[in-house]
Structure formats: structure tokens, C-alpha cells
């Protein structure tokens, strides 16, 4: 089911028109209410007017996490503080965080990405959805909470944690949705197989992977652990929060509410525009927010978009899924690595579980990765010789996807950190100053 | 200002018609769309059409906590689950949850009793709102959190912990509205003071209490740290949330939202209905809920009902306080001891916090109550012949105040459990079956 078929289905040309015109009244605005861009645009001599064209948002300078965080804590907003109705912001575990202000508009245009989203998932009002996002100053639990409201899922806002309890719930409630991260929803389906329940028994027809880095691997596992199709959802609390872009029935990419945020693919280095199917970082745009307009913010976040008409109908594009951060990306001896291409090579082999942690150090002048893996309970219980074997097909399986000679350390099952939000999956020690 | 000047100012007499209709309709469809309510009423012999006028309501049988966990999860649900878009549920310490399911009109009912309570409390659109309630299936964060979307102020929803991140949000933001628990907030003021930072200059304007019992002493208290006057919301996730009551500027008991539950006061004993002013077990009516109607129920909660207008302006009855529970009472050598008065006792001391647990035993035959007081940070540092004098005084005033000798230990500072939701005070480990 398409929730907004008349927007979502709009043919390529009628959208770019309807982006243009919301680009243009959101660069005046911008302009016109917020020091911040009044200042940064008039330094970079691009007014308004300048915008004649989608292709004249390159005049415009990028906004970073750096430059929100000077703006702490409402320097962005575009409103009277009487008119802000939510706040959230970012963790801000570096530095001061980000704040995001949202008007009554903004929670209901917020809701809509995500109603698009449920609706592709094939989640309306007959569901019961389980959210074990985290609520509070963090948007993951709020966004998905706003957009059940509006396809009229009867939400389950349980949050994290407590998975026994969880597991109680989808039983006696009857949940036929579940938002997760990925390790979380292993967690959980492992959780659930040590009780002696199958969760394919439950009864879930999809699930929502949300602020996470995946691969292909771990999605077909949590697949085949509910017995469920599992859809990508993607957000940043920079720019709204999850809604951004989430994936269709297809499963080819995620697509981008493009009536709601104008998304550019940047080359990290040259800061260059790419363009369709070249892979760079996702630069996006509020379209139509009236709390916190922010413009062409640097999401970090690594991705191609295409344009090609999806099998589902709709003619937004689509981003595919984040395969990196440029500033995750660890160079080593020369070389990007990122930490999927850790996980790809961790998957293709069997009885070790994608829980990884990498470390990054110089011991002298030269970089060494160690790569810590949890091992399966049962390869632990078998003993050294064969985790000595295991320990050889890692290093030459991470040799084969990046190129470098890493040292492979099995850990106890379960050892590893799980994370909440994103996982961090890189410590790097060496002191690059 | 009053938010719904209409409802809250209504003459008694067109209230009590308006409760009645409402309460018949609410019957009505209990009977006919509830299995539970039509078996119960059936075996009682009691009819929808036996309802004529509002003292009717007694001919109806009481509904308790386990009725309501037999109907687990949805047994009580008045709607097909398609029209249920959310759901709640009690932590289920003991047995299984109680579930609490919401329309969309019972999710805006339940927001129109909050945005009342609010307005009451002086909160606007121009307010900035730290919810420091947790979300999550516990209903105190989100009730507070609706409401303010509707009366507009901006929502801070950062739920409970991360006590220093708290306060810095506080100066940050300009919070100029707090919710929390009693507890939590002499938390708050305590982490503040210590890092040399003065509640008093952080513009706080109000503060909701919910969640916990509290005496007089405690609200002095917080208003001092504070610098800002602090008003009782009340509610339970049985019958919806917080919003039952609100206490408005008088500071003279919590106002009722009548026209939307009915409240009667039992004497928990005897089961006959008590008077206004008269001190009992409150038993509330949803009047206005589509999901789950819960009719008669049995709080379990003391406390006592008067009708006079209040200085305010609003006509809906008043209900005092809760000063204990029927089931939370303690009966030792026959004397019936209620937490609220340790509380009393200890707050006439000086240099003990109000954290306090009550420990009862029966070593042999007879009972024994040992108090566990926190001392203060300067009298814990001061000496054992101090701590023995103050030892002593507790003893005394705890003596005073209930007629019983108890066992009085100090102990260390912030050594008692801290509570999210609402606080055990009393721990029975005499074995009375
Ligand atoms: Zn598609
Ligand atoms: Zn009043």
C-alpha cells in the first residue's frame, strides 16, 4: 500500500518542480530568519535569488555537525521559541550535542515520512508494532511512536531492554511488527531460541532496522531467525529524525521522502558533486521544515542514489544502504578500510557471530588492526585447535575483502558490547596529531 | 488560566447531569460489548437500565487489579484491536501486567486531562517542559508528554537519569517546567548544590509532582530548592494515566477532571460508600473511554472528596493528598502505621534526608519496625555521639506520631534505593499467612 500515492508516484518531473519551489522558500527563509545562514551566505556572496535552478543548490555552503553544534542550543531555529513543541537532540558524547526544534507542523510532517515508510512495510492500522527504540532526547523511539499513530498500528513503545519481557509481550500481545537495530534483534531472536521459542513461531510479518550499520549477511539472518521481511529505515536527528528514507517491498535501496529532504551525493575529499549510482557522501536538505531548516548538511554517511523507477511504483529516489561513514573509514597503511567490510568477511565464515570490535594502533611506525570476534558457544566449547583454524580463516577472509594483514583474536560468546544506538565497532588508538 | 473554562467551571448540577449520561452510555456499552461486565453484572443481577441517577453506581460490583490482570492482556478492550493505537501496561511485579489500551479520542481524552492539569500549574505555549518521567510502557512520561503538545509548551522529553546532563539541559534550554517524582527532584537539587549550582537561579517556574506518595514537608521542601511552587498530578495506567487529578494554584487538593472519571470514596473495610471529607479507598469510572472502560475500580489509594467551589473558580470535586493505601498499611501490634507518617516524623528532624525504609519482622511473636533514615551529608561526617542523639529524637518523634516504639538506623548517606515510579517504603518480612 502507498500512503501518499498522489506525492509518492509524482512523476520525476513534477517533483523536481515542487522540490524547486520548497528549496527556494526554505533558502529565503533560511536567509531571512536565521543569523547563522544570513551571515555564511552573505560571506559566500550566494543570496536567495540565486537559487534558480535544484542544480544552484551547489552555490550554497555545507552545513557540519560542527557548525549545529555552535549554534547549541537554538541558534538554527527559524520560530519563536512559543511555537517550538518538541526538542530532542543527539547523545553529544563529543563535545556539546546537537538540539533539534520541532513545530506542531514539523512532528506531523515527521510522522508522514514515517507513515510512508510503515505503509511500505506493509504495517497499518490491523498491526501491532513493538518499538524497542529508546524514547527520550534520542529520536529513534519518538519517530517510529508518531508515524504508528498515523497509519493507526496500535504501538507497543516498550523501548529497549527487559528482553524476556519483550519476548512475553510478542507472545501475549500478538505483535506483527518489531523495530529494532539489527544486533539488538539477534540479541533478542537468541534470547528467545535459549527459551526454547522459535521466533519464526511468533508471528511477525516485518520488521524496521533502524540506526545501524548492516550488511546484506545480517539482514538475511534476522530474516530467517523471524521468519519475516526486514526494511531499512534511515534518519538522522540533524535533520528531522528516522523517516528520511526507508525501504520498499522490493528491498533495493531505501526510498528517499524527496518532497521532504533534497539528497546530493559529495565526493569527502574534493567535495564535488556525483552524480546517480556513484557511491559518496549523502548531503540532505530539509525541504519543508519550519522548526530548524537545516541545508545541505554533511551526514558522514557513505551511499549512492538512484533515480530508476522502483518495481514498487514510486518514483522517489533511493539511496542504497550505508555502507560506511567518511569519517569511519580507518586508513591503514595507505588504505580505506571500513568497518562492513569487516563484518562481509566475518559472515562468510561460519561459527563465529557478526559481534566484532576493531583496534587500531601503532605500536611503533607502522598501523596494526586487531579484529576481536566473539566465537559461537559451540565452536568456544570445542576447544583451542579448532578455534587456531578459525582464527587463520578470518585473517585470510578480511585479507581477501580489504587487502591487509589484520591479527584475528576470538573472544567469549557474548563478551563484545552490544550497543543501543550505533554501534561502535572502530577504537582507534594511534595519536594522529 | 483555565483550559477548558466550559467543563471546569460547570454548575455542579449540570455536571452531575452531563456525569450521568455519560455514565449510562459507558454501562450501556461496558454490558454490551464487554463478556466481563456482562457475566459480572448478570451474576449480580444488575442492569444498564437500573442506572437512573448517579448514586446508582453503587448497585454495580467493583472492579479490582486482579479482575483486571484475568482479563490479560485484551479481555477488557471494548473495540476491535484495529482501532486500539496504543498500549500501556503496569510494571507486573507481582503476576501479570495490567494492560491499558487507547483510541485515538481516549489518547486526545487522555491529553485534554493533562493540558488541564498544566494550565493549572500556569504552563503555556511559552514554557519549556523537562519531563523527567520515564516513557516506555510505564504511562507517566507519555500523559505529560501529550498534554503538553496540546496546551503547545516545548516538551524536553529526557525521562529520568543522567542527573548532571539533567541540570545542564535545564540552564541550557531554559527549562521554566519540571516533572518529576518527589524523590527524583530532591535528587536533582541535591546533584545541582553540589556542583555549586543553586536551583533557585534556574528560572524554574513549576513543577509537577506524579508517581509518588508525598507529604506536606516534602513539597515545602522541594519549593525551597527550588524557588518554585510545586503541584500534585495524580493518575494510574488502569484507568488511563496521570490527569486524574491536578491540583490548581490553591494548593488545597488535586481537582478531578469529573466529567470525564467519576470518583467515590469506600471505606475499604466495609465497602459502603463514605461521605465527602470522609477519609476512604477512592474508587474512579472512566466516563468518556472507548478502549477499555474501567467502571468502580478500586484504587487501593486513601483518601477523601470535598465538593466545595474552590478559590480558583473550578467547580470539579477535590481530592485531598493520598496519604497511603489500603494495601500498603502496615498493622502492627494492631495499630494501623502508614509510611506517610515516618515520612512526617522524620521531616521534623533536622540533619536526616527524607529517604527512608521501614523494615517489618516478627522474630518471635511480636512485630518489629525498623526505620532506615539516611543521615545527612554533614551529620554523617560530625560523629557517632551526634548520630546516637539524632538516633534517639527520631525514635521520639516516630513515637509521637504513631504511638509505636520502632528501631531507628542511620545510615549512610544515598545508600537507600532512589525509585523511577513509585517508591517501596515498606518491607513486610513477617510471614502472615
Ligand atoms: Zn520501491
Ligand atoms: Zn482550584
Known amino acids: ?96 550535542p546537537v538540539v533539534s526544534g520541532y513545530t506542531e507542523k514539523d512532528l506531523d510532517t515527521w510522522a508522514e515520512t514515517i507513515a510512508r515508510g510503515l505503509s511500505m512495510m506493509g504495517i497499518g492500522e490491523n498491526d501491532i508494532l513493538q518499538n524497542t527504540h529508546g524514547y527520550g532526547m534520542f529520536t529513534g523511539g519518538f519517530g517510529v511512536h508518531y508515524g504508528s499513530h498515523k497509519v493507526g498500528a496500535a504501538i507497543i513503545p516498550i523501548s529497549t531492554g527487559q528482553t524476556r519481557r519483550q519476548i512475553e509481550i510478542m507472545q501475549d500481545f500478538g505483535t506483527t511488527g518489531l523495530i529494532f537495530t539489527p544486533s539488538y534483534g539477534i540479541h533478542l531472536g537468541e534470547i528467545a531460541l535459549e527459551d526454547g521459542i522459535d ?52 528491498q533495493k535501496g531505501l526510498h528517499i521522502a524527496e518532497d521532504i529532504y533534497y539528497p546530493e551525493i559529495i565526493d569527502p575529499n574534493t567535495l564535488e558533486n556525483l552524480g546517480p549510482n556513484q557511491k559518496g557522501e549523502l548531503v540532505l536538505t530539509n525541504l519543508q521544515r519550519e522548526g530548524m531548516p537545516v541545508i545541505r548538511f554533511r551526514t558522514k554517511d557513505l551511499t549512492k542514489l ?45 561459527d563465529v557471530e557478526p559481534h566484532y570490535l576493531i583496534i587500531v594502533t601503532r605500536p611503533g611506525t607502522l598501523d596494526e588492526i586487531e579484529v576481536k570476534v566473539e566465537a559461537s558457544q559451540n565452536l568456544f566449547f ?31 560468546p557474548k563478551s563484545l558490547p552490544r550497543f543501543e544506538g550505533k554501534a561502535k565497532r572502530v577504537i582507534d588508538e594511534r595519536d594522529l596529531h
Request: glycine share 8%.
Open 382 to 412: 570445542d576447544g583451542v585447535k579448532d578455534m587456531m583454524a578459525i582464527t587463520d580463516k578470518i585473517g585470510k577472509s578480511i585479507e581477501n575483502e580489504t587487502g591487509i594483514r589484520v591479527k584475528v583474536t576470538l573472544v567469549e
Open 199 to 250: 521466533p519464526k513461531t511468533l508471528g511477525i510479518k516485518a520488521i524496521g532496522f533502524g540506526a545501524e550499520m548492516w550488511t546484506e549477511e545480517i539482514r538475511q539472518r534476522v530474516e530467517e531467525i523471524f521468519g519475516a521481511k526486514a526494511y531499512n529505515i534511515y534518519g538522522l536527528t540533524e535533520l528531522m529524525g528516522p523517516g528520511v528514507g526507508v525501504e520498499c517491498i522490493e
Open 1 to 96: 500500500m502507498i500512503w501518499n500515492e498522489e506525492i509518492e508516484t509524482m512523476p520525476r518531473q513534477d517533483l523536481e518542480e515542487l522540490q524547486l519551489k520548497k528549496l527556494q522558500a526554505t533558502v529565503k527563509r533560511a536567509f531571512n530568519e536565521i543569523p547563522y545562514y544570513n551571515k555564511k551566505y552573505s560571506e559566500a556572496e550566494v543570496y536567495p535569488e540565486d537559487i534558480e535552478c535544484l542544480n544552484d543548490i551547489q552555490k550554497l555552503p555545507f552545513i557540519t555537525k560542527d557548525d549545529l553544534r555552535e549554534s547549541y542550543p537554538f541558534g538554527l531555529f527559524a520560530v519563536d521559541m512559543s511555537k517550538i513543541k518538541e526538542l530532542h537532540s543527539s547523545s553529544g558524547t563529543t563535545g556539546k
Open 306 to 350: 538512484t533515480y530508476e523507477k522502483c518495481g514498487c511504483g514510486r518514483t522517489h529516489a533511493r539511496m542504497s544502504r550505508i555502507t560506511g561513514r567518511s569519517d569511519d573509514m580507518i586508513k591503514v597503511k595507505g588504505v580505506a578500510i571500513f568497518p562492513s567490510q569487516i563484518e562481509k568477511a566475518l559472515l562468510r565464515i561460519g
